[in-house]
Structure formats: structure tokens, C-alpha cells
């Protein structure tokens, strides 16, 4: 049996209130709540959902720039949860983050070339002076940068050559895993078909995994092998991309392709419209926490917190009831 590169076994992240410790029964704001999933080698895991569903929050957990409040982090075959930052560190080289704002992600104060070396001389990668600049400038070829720009300072380029900048620097360790957090989101729209292409060029050539956080489905759509769809810090749907956007099963995921705008697009009469507001994440609604919002709502979803249950072969859903072809039926939880 293939053993996945990354495991998630229900990873939750909860923040202090003002005035309270972290501790049971007391309030707390829940940003990620019992998240489970795989991601194997080669493979693009997309991560959708509106804002403030946690999904940048499971990243910075995913790559324990968060401590996780409860569950397990499983990197080919080995629990990295508990490992303090010294025995952590060999892995921090095997799973790389790009954040969404290329410019803040940048340090102001130093050139370009040295940017991207900063991940290689933390590893300590290069002790020679000529090998690090050679890959440092193989990084610049691969992504696209011009290699006379390498003592530049990133106030010295555009938005789309600092993102570009942000992956030379992910891949200067060579890594089995990046997770892109909404890396094309701060971008115009010519750019961000560029960094995409890119990102799929360099993750077949290099044989790379990525987990890319959109609120965009049409990007996700796009650059994604699976789907994971998440409501207020909870998943609620995961298949692969051409099953979720044949038949979304969760009414969450139908009312978020229905939102998505397309030339031949849906009336408004026959839009799916999602009444109310998104909850509190510190007083989530008890049950389904989508219930407050679903337009299919029965009595008991207030009642059941349903888990992931797989409907058909990859294609898993946390709801109470399944959606298909128009019908309604009642599933085990």
C-alpha cells in the first residue's frame, strides 16, 4: 500500500479570547476544527472556501508555523506533530509555503539573490560561495527571472516577479511538498495565468506536491488533481476536481459553484442563494455547523455533527443528506 506524502488525522487550531487561557469549556475562536486528509506524491490538493473557513490557518498548521491544538501531522510514514523546533527542522527543507502577498513576504532590506538563498543557508545546503550562486541563479532561469536582476531589492519589481521570486525561494531546498496560500490572489489577472503555468511546469518537472488555498474555484478548478471544500474551519467536501464540479453532493459546495460567474451564465431565479451570515467561529451553531445557512436544513442537522463519509469511490461528504439528480437521500452518518 503507498504510504501518502502527507497525512492530516483531525488537525484542529483554536486561538485564545481575550481574557480567557486555552483551555476546555472556556471560549475560544475555533479557526480549524477535526480536519482530516491525504496528499500523494505529484499531486495538487486544492483547498477552497469564503473567507475566514481557515483555510490559510490549516496551511501555517500544515507547516507548523502553528502549533496544532489537537491531532496528528504525518509526513511519509512519520509523526511530526510533537517534534520540537531542532528535530523539526530537516523537515522544514521538505515542505515549503508561498504566502499571498509577495511583497510582505519579502525581506525589504535584502537583494534578491540572497532571498532566495536565505532557506539554503539556514539548511546550510552550499558552503561554497560558487555553488550558491549557481543554484541561485538556476532558480532565477527556472522561474523566469532575468539573472542580471539578482542584486536588486524586491521594491525594484512588480507583484508578479515578486510572487515569482516567493517560488524560486520554496524550491531552493528542493522540496517534496509546497503550499501555495492564495499566491495569484493579489495579482492581476494576465499575471495570474503566467504564475500558474509556471507553478504546473515546475511541479511536473520536479515531480512536486502542492496544496493550493484559493478562494477562487476557477484557479482551483484548473491547477487541481482533488477538491477540499471548507466551512467554517470544518471540511465538508473532498473529491476529484471532475466529480465535485459534475456533481457537488454538499449544498455548501453547490452554492459556491453556483456563484461562480461564466458567460453563459445562471439566472438569479435559478442561483442558489445563501441567506444569513457566516457565523461565529468562537460560538459555532451546535450540529452541522452549515445548517444556520443551508437551504435544505432538516430539524436534526442542529442535532448531528456528521464526519466525512465516503458517497461514492474518492468522493466524501459531511452531510447529513446527500444531494443527487435533484433527490434527496437520507445517509448514515
Known amino acids: 500500500m503507498t504510504v501518502p ?27 480549524v476544527s477535526n480536519v482530516s486528509f491525504e496528499i500523494n506524491e505529484g499531486e495538487t490538493l486544492g483547498i477552497v472556501g469564503e473567507s475566514g473557513c481557515g483555510k490559510s490557518t ?14 496528528r501531522l504525518i509526513y511519509k510514514g512519520i509523526d ?19 504566502f499571498q502577498d509577495p511583497y510582505a513576504s519579502l525581506d525589504p532590506r535584502m537583494t534578491v539573490g540572497d532571498c532566495i538563498a536565505e532557506p539554503m543557508d539556514v539548511q546550510k545546503l552550499y558552503t561554497d560561495t560558487e555553488a550558491r ?26 507583484g508578479g516577479q ?18 501555495c496560500d492564495e499566491p495569484v490572489s493579489a495579482l492581476d489577472v494576465s499575471i495570474q495565468s503566467q504564475i500558474i503555468n509556471l507553478l504546473m511546469t515546475i511541479q511536473k518537472n ?44 454538499h449544498p455548501y459546495t453547490r452554492a459556491l459553484l453556483q456563484a461562480v460567474p461564466v458567460i453563459n451564465g445562471n439566472s438569479l431565479e435559478s442561483m442558489q442563494i445563501l441567506d444569513g451570515e457566516l457565523p461565529s467561529p468562537v460560538d459555532p451553531p451546535p450540529g452541522c455547523v452549515f445548517h444556520t445557512r443551508c437551504p435544505c436544513a432538516s430539524p436534526f442537522c ?25 433527490s434527496i437521500y437520507e445517509q448514515v452518518s
Request: aromatic share 8%; with cysteine.
Open 58 to 71: 490549516l496551511g501555517r498548521t500544515i507547516i507548523k508555523l502553528l502549533t496544532p491544538t489537537e491531532g
Open 162 to 179: 515578486r510572487q515569482r521570486i516567493g517560488i524560486a525561494r520554496a524550491l531552493s531546498v528542493n522540496p517534496s511538498l509546497i503550499i
Open 133 to 158: 550562486l549557481r543554484r541561485i541563479v538556476e532558480l532565477m532561469d527556472v522561474c523566469g527571472l532575468n539573472r542580471n536582476y539578482i542584486n536588486r531589492y524586491p521594491h525594484e519589481f512588480s
Open 80 to 98: 511530526i506533530t510533537s517534534l520540537s523546533e531542532k528535530k523539526f527542522r530537516p523537515y522544514r527543507k521538505e515542505i515549503q509555503i508561498m
Open 206 to 249: 520536479m515531480h512536486l506536491s502542492l496544496i493550493f488555498i484559493s478562494h477562487d474555484l476557477s484557479v482551483v478548478h484548473y491547477i487541481s488533481t482533488r477538491i477540499m471544500v471548507m466551512y467554517l474551519g470544518n471540511v465538508v467536501e473532498i473529491a476529484e476536481k471532475k466529480q465535485l464540479f459534475s456533481n457537488p453532493l
Open 302 to 326: 442542529s442535532d448531528i455533527l456528521p464526519s466525512l463519509h465516503e458517497v461514492e469511490k474518492g468522493h466524501w461528504v459531511a452531510c447529513i443528506k446527500k444531494y443527487k439528480t435533484g
Open 5 to 31: 506524502l502527507l497525512k492530516a488525522e483531525h488537525i484542529s487550531k483554536w486561538f485564545p479570547v481575550k481574557g480567557y487561557t486555552l483551555r476546555p469549556g472556556r471560549p475560544c475562536l475555533k479557526a
